[in-house]
Nanobody, 114 residues
């Protein structure tokens, strides 16, 4: 079964930027939409963005639209959210998900703090 591994999480100050990565273990990744979710402490996991299997039709949660940009490179088996203008409320564990394959990554921690 394909595996997804997120990376790129870090501690960043408000207003800062990060680019996360989701690396897949095999080419079946290219057959699935890619979704990103996040889960803040004490809250439910929430959907934040998605992109089609071929890298078009990006869609965003209202709270991140205009600040986050989702993309993917199927040749590298990777997907990315570029996150700008990070604020305290963006602190969470971020997960990638390939729904057609039924797999989730293990998550990467993003902490926005002074």
């Amino acid at each position: 079964q394909v595996q997804l591994v997120e990376s790129g999480g870090d501690l960043v100050q408000p207003g800062g930027s990060l680019r996360l990565s989701c690396l897949a273990s095999d080419i079946t990744f290219a057959t699935s939409e890619m979704h990103w979710y996040r889960q803040a402490p004490g809250k439910e996991r929430e959907w934040i963005a998605s992109i089609s299997s071929v890298g078009d039709r990006p869609s965003y949660r209202d709270s991140v639209r205009g600040r986050f940009t989702i993309s993917r490179d199927n040749a590298k088996l990777e997907g990315y959210p570029q996150m700008r203008g990070l604020w305290l409320e963006d602190t969470a564990v971020y997960y990638c998900h390939a729904p057609r394959l039924g797999v989730w990554g293990q998550g990467t921690q993003v902490t926005v703090s002074w």
